[in-house]
Structure formats: C-alpha cells, structure tokens
C-alpha cells in the first residue's frame, strides 16, 4: 500500500487523518506539526480507536522532522492561522503564504514525486504558492499540486439540498465552480436528485437561497464555532486522498492549475477535475451559457486580485 502524509495536526489535519485511518487508505499515515507534541498525542488518541473502528495501520505523530514524511506517495498541507470572525481568508494571506512556502519546501525536499493537497486558506491563492514552490524544489508538474475547495464547497451544497428536500445527500449529484469563497459558482443546471432537475424539486427563490448559503458556508460556521470549521474541510481532503490512492477516476471539483482552460492562464480556480492515480488527470471543460460564464469570470477577477496582493509580498 501507500505512505500518506498530514501536515498540520489542528483541527483539519487531525479530522483529515483520522479519517484516512479509518478507512484504511494507507499502511503508514503520518501527522505532523511544528508544536511540540500534538502530533504525537492526537497520533497516538485516534490509534487508541482501532479497536473499535476496526482498521489496523498506526498513525503515528512527529514534531517538525520531515524526515518521517520521507517518500510519502500525497501530502495533504493544512498548515496554516485558522480564520476568526470578522476576517476575509484574504487576512490570511501575508501569514499563511509564508507558512505554506516553507511547508511545502520541506515537504518535497523529502518527497519529491508525492502528490500535494492544499487545504490551507485562502485557498487558490495557497495552492498557487504551493506549486509554484514545489515546481522549484522538486519540479512537480500542475498535475500532482491542487486544492480541496470544491469538494467541501459541493458537500455543504448537497448538505442543505438533501435538508430541504427531504432526501439522502448520496442521491445528490452537483457541481460548484470558482474560487473558494463568496464569488464561487454553484450550478443548478448540473444539479440533480437521483437523475431529476433540482429545479423540479425546489421553488426557485429557496434555490437561490440556498446557493448562497453554500457561498457563506465557511463564514456560517466561523461565527457559529468561533474559529474555521473542521469536520467538513477534514473528511474533504480525506475523499480526494481515497480518489487519489485508490485510482478511483473520480469527477470532482478540485482547484486546479488552469494554462488556457476556460480561457484562464497561470492560476488557480475550482473546475470539475477526473481525480486519479496520477491526480488531477483531466480538467472538464463544461458548455456554461451566458450567465454561467459571467459568474464565472467574476469569480476568477476575484483570485487574481488576491493574487495582485499575493505578488506584492514577494513571497516566490
């Protein structure tokens, strides 16, 4: 089997790993984290369950030695200062720019042909500081670097459809495009249940209101919770490593590397994606109408303009 790497041991981190554990995903998972300690302990906590959860590989924890990341096969990065209420993950990006650059750098000195998972925030703008980096170290391809948004951005949309609709999410096919953040693009034309229309099975006012809660989803639970949600973003990541690991050839939005796609260059921005063995292994280019597109390029100025600010910091 395969060597899977958690870099961050906070809530995400910890959330994402255990569930890789849980689903057996690998024969060695490794958290780690610049606090003394933590890894090892939550390691060491979530391996205490295997009894009871019923998986058999131990996770074990490390404190800043990237040399027990060595030849892992992905690294999930979600290092990096939670969001508090009241801040943009545009807030975060002079802290957490710095924080991924040196993750990164570390990580694939030690492995350099794993693929990469960007969970930290604001997250095009991370996962472009991520690949621009681990190209430089270890000269990965657009491929093997992308980030988690759009899978946790299409659950949280799933979740509030199946709430009102009175079904189980697993019925709920949808896609979501954009950045990660109040100008991503939900798409109901490409949202059905159990093969009917969304807009069959909801009034179109409860529809709209419902997309734009999914938009302020990580916003909801911030003020909810005092800090960033976890669960979501954890189990998130841990569904695109399962893709990953076990060649599953899954249609999933993920941000992804975009040279000429949707007519966007050298940026990051959440597209359907095939997610395989080899990553991101095909971009989906859908036929959006107007509307759709309109949407979509708002959604697009909105990263580059967090690039514009990113490029300021001279952070690559």
């Not at 205490?48 to 990237?66: P, R, V």
């Not at 040279?259 to 966007?264: A, I, N, P, V």
């Given at each position: 089997?395969?060597?899977?790497?958690?870099i961050?041991?906070?809530?995400?981190?910890?959330?994402?790993?255990?569930t890789?554990?849980?689903?057996?995903l690998a024969?060695?998972?490794v958290?780690l984290?610049?606090?003394?300690n933590l890894?090892e302990g939550k390691?060491?906590d979530?391996w205490?369950?295997?009894?009871?959860?019923?998986?058999?590989?131990?996770?074990?924890?490390?404190?800043?030695?990237?040399s027990?990341?060595?030849?892992?096969?992905?690294?999930?990065?979600t290092?990096?200062?939670?969001?508090?209420?009241?801040?943009?993950?545009e807030d975060?990006?002079?802290?957490?720019?710095?924080?991924?650059?040196?993750?990164?750098e570390?990580?694939?000195?030690a492995s350099p042909n794993?693929?990469?998972?960007?969970?930290?925030?604001?997250?095009?703008?991370?996962?472009?500081?991520?690949f621009?980096?681990?190209?430089?170290?270890?000269g990965?391809?657009?491929n093997?670097?992308?980030?988690?948004a759009?899978?946790?951005?299409?659950a949280?949309?799933k979740?509030f459809?199946?709430?009102?609709?009175?079904v189980t999410?697993?019925?709920i096919?949808?896609?979501l495009?954009?950045?990660?953040?109040?100008?991503?693009?939900?798409l109901?034309?490409?949202?059905?249940v159990?093969?009917?229309p969304?807009?069959?099975?909801?009034?179109?006012?409860?529809?709209?209101?419902?997309?734009e809660?999914?938009?302020?989803?990580?916003?909801?639970?911030?003020?909810?919770?005092g800090?960033?949600?976890?669960?979501?973003?954890?189990?998130?990541?841990?569904?695109?490593?399962?893709?990953?690991?076990?060649?599953?050839?899954?249609?999933?939005?993920?941000?992804?590397?975009l040279?000429?796609?949707?007519?966007?260059k050298?940026?990051?921005?959440?597209?359907?994606v095939?997610?395989?063995?080899?990553g991101?292994?095909?971009i989906?280019?859908?036929n959006?109408?107007a509307?759709?597109?309109a949407?979509?390029d708002?959604?697009?100025q909105?990263?580059?303009k967090?690039?514009?600010?990113?490029?300021?910091?001279?952070v690559?």
């Open positions: 089997m395969s060597k899977i790497t958690v961050g041991a906070g809530n995400v981190g910890a959330t994402c790993a255990e890789i554990a849980r689903r057996d024969t060695e998972v958290l984290d610049i606090k003394p890894s390691a060491l979530i205490q369950t295997s009894a009871l959860a019923g998986f058999h590989h131990q996770i074990k924890g490390f404190t800043n030695d990237y027990a990341t060595a030849d892992s096969d992905v690294i999930v990065i290092s990096g200062v939670p969001r508090k209420p009241g801040m943009s993950r975060l990006i002079g802290v957490n720019a710095g924080i991924v650059k040196s993750v990164t570390q990580a694939m000195k794993a693929i990469v998972i960007i969970v930290s925030n604001p997250l095009d703008v991370m996962t472009y500081v991520a621009k980096t681990a190209q430089k170290v270890a990965s391809t657009k093997k670097v992308f980030g988690m759009g899978t946790l951005d299409t949280r949309y979740a459809l199946a709430e009102e609709i009175g999410p697993q019925d096919q949808a896609l495009l954009g950045g990660h953040g109040d100008t991503m693009v939900p109901p034309r490409y949202t059905t159990g093969g009917v969304v807009t069959d099975l909801v009034a179109k006012e409860k529809l709209e209101a419902i997309i809660r999914t938009k302020k989803g990580g916003g909801e639970l911030t003020n909810l919770l800090t960033s949600a976890w669960y979501a973003p954890g189990t998130s990541a841990a569904y695109m490593v399962e893709a990953i690991i076990r060649d599953q050839k899954r249609l999933v939005p993920v941000c992804a590397y040279d000429g796609e949707y007519g966007y050298d940026m990051y921005l959440g597209v359907p095939i997610l395989g063995k080899n991101v292994e095909k989906i280019e859908l959006l109408n509307d759709e597109k949407l979509l708002a959604s697009a909105a990263v580059k967090t690039l514009g600010v990113l490029d300021t910091m001279n690559l």
